[in-house]
């Protein structure tokens, strides 16, 4: 038995014939004979011949290899794109790198770096809360590596784009808000060097104005972790008109929103009403279950996915694209009371 890597050139003089026959017969050419392609398959399954990838990429100029960069893999709502991702990536015969930058600038530079010089067929980006210099983005286009950014994107880097309609989803929370009775809604904000901070926060008053609700500026309050939850909220409901809805940039913001209320004394829903953004499984875990805005994340992950192949392998030369998802307004616990009945 052949000890050692397979190769077609093994197989071939094992067989006494030649390389060229032997690809011929794995790919099932008509000028072979069955005959042929049969000691061909039997002796590829008994010594467990593979494809060597690399010489592969090297005949066809692809490693059939995705980069992906995101700032958490562990966040629920990037696990479910990145699961979205995968599942078509491998339907499509390309393989995953992942990279964390966990919310560093400088991580995800030296992402880039990592995946630009692992020869990556192209890279998918979710950029990271802080960054503001985007030309480690450019040096992937300057390599001629398709680039498409999901979720959080850079408005300055001519690409694809795959984007929830944020301010439509944070438009139908707060107007959901509105519709079960809160008149003094805090909006728990992202960062607005992100365009999904603003477009939220867009969003949101954008449903005041059109509600005819007074826009207090004090109500948005720059807020999207647990962490500054813990300090921020506790401050609101010490505050003489205490907020009695709150619309959070995401759930995990919304989550301990609610946890701090609780112990500050009060209760979600009967005093304070709670919306996030994500309508991930701890919506579903937490009491009360949390009323918040579905992304749809896997679809992200999908349509991400998709454009970026399409652009490998060329399947179309169009001007840039943004494909837009449309979001959903779930309500939960959080927010059902008498008032919204």
């Known amino acids: 038995m052949f000890k050692g890597q397979v190769t077609i050139k093994d197989i071939a003089k094992e067989l006494g014939i030649s390389p060229s ?182 969003g949101y008053v954008r449903a005041l104005k059109y509600f005819n609700q007074p826009i207090n500026n004090q109500n948005i309050i720059s807020c999207d972790t647990r962490e500054e939850a813990r300090i921020v909220v506790p401050e609101l409901m010490k505050r003489e008109k205490r907020p009695d809805g709150i619309f959070a940039v995401n759930d995990l913001t919304a989550v301990e929103a609610m946890n701090m209320i609780k112990e500050c004394g009060f209760k979600v829903p009967e005093d304070v009403s709670v919306v996030g953004f994500t309508s991930g499984m701890i919506s579903d875990i937490t009491t009360p279950t949390l009323s918040s805005v579905e992304q749809h994340g896997y679809l992200i992950g999908r349509e991400a996915v998709k454009l970026l192949i399409d652009r490998i392998e060329k399947k179309h030369n169009l001007p840039s694209q943004t494909i837009v998802i449309k979001t959903e307004m779930v309500v939960k616990g959080s927010s059902k009371s008498a008032r919204s009945i």
């Open 21 to 202: 026959t032997v690809s011929k017969a794995l790919k099932g050419h008509r000028d072979i004979s069955l005959s042929t392609k049969q000691s061909v398959r039997d002796l590829v399954e008994k010594w467990h011949y593979k494809p060597d990838p690399i010489a592969l990429s090297l005949k066809s100029g692809l490693t059939k290899i995705i980069g992906v960069i995101v700032p958490e893999i562990v966040h629920y709502f990037f696990s479910t794109v990145i699961s979205g991702i995968e599942d078509l990536a491998y339907d499509s015969g390309y393989h995953v790198m992942f990279c964390q930058s966990n919310e560093s600038y400088e991580r995800e530079v030296k992402a880039v770096e990592t995946l630009l010089s692992s020869r990556v067929d192209g890279i998918l980006v979710s950029v990271t809360k802080v960054t503001s210099d985007f030309n480690h983005f450019r040096k992937i286009q300057e390599n001629g590596i398709p680039l498409v950014f999901f979720d959080r994107i850079s408005s300055e880097i001519d690409t694809d784009r795959v984007v929830v309609d944020d301010e439509v989803g944070a438009f139908d929370a707060v107007k959901h808000l509105i519709n079960i009775g809160c008149k003094n809604i805090v909006h728990l904000a992202g960062p607005q060097n992100l365009q999904i901070g603003k477009s939220r926060k867009d």
